[in-house]
């Protein structure tokens, strides 16, 4: 009889056996900037995470530079919205302005940016409307627009979100033809119609004015459909593709990572995240234990890149597992 224990009798011997491991580089941390000043408003239902204004961005930043996290993913708050979410390519945007103010006081950040139009509309969908239907090729441009002028900023890498047919191959060509060659594309290749978003919403101001995202955003039930986006955003010139949520897709990560020879990301989303913080108000969970216990899961799934806000807690929390 093979005895599987005696490589698990004490601390020494399982930790030379562990097969994964969590690094802090693993990790990006979203940051939520809104227009204002001396702003600081707590997301009620994602306790520790805050809506900050640009002049206080230092309270979060210097949380990330000790950490010495992989980087940060930056979604942006407008005060004016409009059909056309022209504030996500505005010059003076909140976000471009958030993205300068990183680059110029923390160049060591890795500034991740999420291009989708959801924040910045005034009906709240990710494209361009038309009645009822959200439009597909009519939100390509403004989708590049977006893309490139938060480049231009000083963004590290793009990360479309929207899920728009043929939006990574466009942002791919308007990149290029702006000379931003060498700048990567993060894209939510497999981006489910999810109620584990609710919180984001609530921190994003990006809930849909009407119907919902279902037309674009995938159906959960849809695990080879899911291949096949992935595969499309790869030919398209994806750098990095990324399964959304992280936990009750896991199964579409692994094969993923089976099918594809490529750098995969996860979202551990909001609602995932609200869950945790939830039960261990309660006293119901160990939050320590179970945070690590997800996280480790999907990198064992295949993550290379875990976006999640419990990034600044694990990187505390490592050193207690190894």
């Not at 693993?26 to 001396?38: A, L, S």
């Not at 955003?217 to 990324?242: F, K, P, S």
């Not at 551990?268 to 945070?291: C, F, H, L, Q, T």
Request: aromatic content about 10%.
């Amino acid at each position: 009889m093979y005895r599987f224990r005696r490589l698990r009798r004490d601390e020494r011997i399982r930790s030379m056996m562990q097969e994964t491991r969590l690094h802090p580089k693993n990790f990006i941390y979203p940051v939520f900037v809104t227009e204002g000043e001396k702003i600081k408003n707590p997301v009620a239902s994602m306790p520790g995470v805050f809506q900050y204004s640009v002049d206080r961005l230092d309270e979060i930043l210097e949380q990330v530079k000790e950490a010495a996290i992989g980087g940060i993913m930056l979604f942006g708050i407008p005060q004016h919205k409009d059909p056309q979410g022209s504030q996500a390519y505005a010059a003076d945007g909140v976000t471009r302005r958030a993205v300068r103010f990183i680059k110029e006081h923390y160049p060591a950040i890795y500034i991740v940016v999420d291009v989708c139009l959801c924040e910045y509309t005034s009906h709240g969908h990710c494209g361009m409307v038309c009645g009822n239907e959200i439009l597909n090729d009519e939100t390509l441009p403004y989708l590049v627009k977006m893309a490139v002028s938060l480049v231009e900023a000083g963004a590290d890498m793009v990360a479309p979100s929207d899920m728009m047919d043929g939006r990574i191959a466009a942002i791919r060509k308007g990149l290029d033809e702006a000379g931003f060659t060498q700048v990567p594309i993060m894209a939510y290749s497999a981006k489910f119609a999810s109620a584990y978003y609710g919180p984001f919403r609530e921190a994003a101001h990006s809930a849909p004015e009407f119907g919902d995202r279902r037309s674009y955003q995938m159906d959960c039930a849809n695990g080879q459909e899911a291949l096949r986006e992935i595969g499309a955003d790869i030919e398209e010139g994806a750098d990095i593709v990324m399964v959304k949520p992280a936990l009750a897709y896991l199964d579409v990560l692994r094969e993923a990572a089976l099918t594809f020879d490529m750098p995969l990301a996860v979202y551990n989303v909001s609602g995932e995240y609200a869950m945790v913080k939830a039960a261990a108000a309660n006293g119901w969970i160990d939050e320590r234990r179970v945070v690590m216990e997800n996280l480790t899961a999907m990198k064992r799934a295949g993550a290379r890149v875990i976006i999640t806000y419990h990034a600044l807690d694990a990187v505390r929390w490592i050193e207690y597992i190894y």
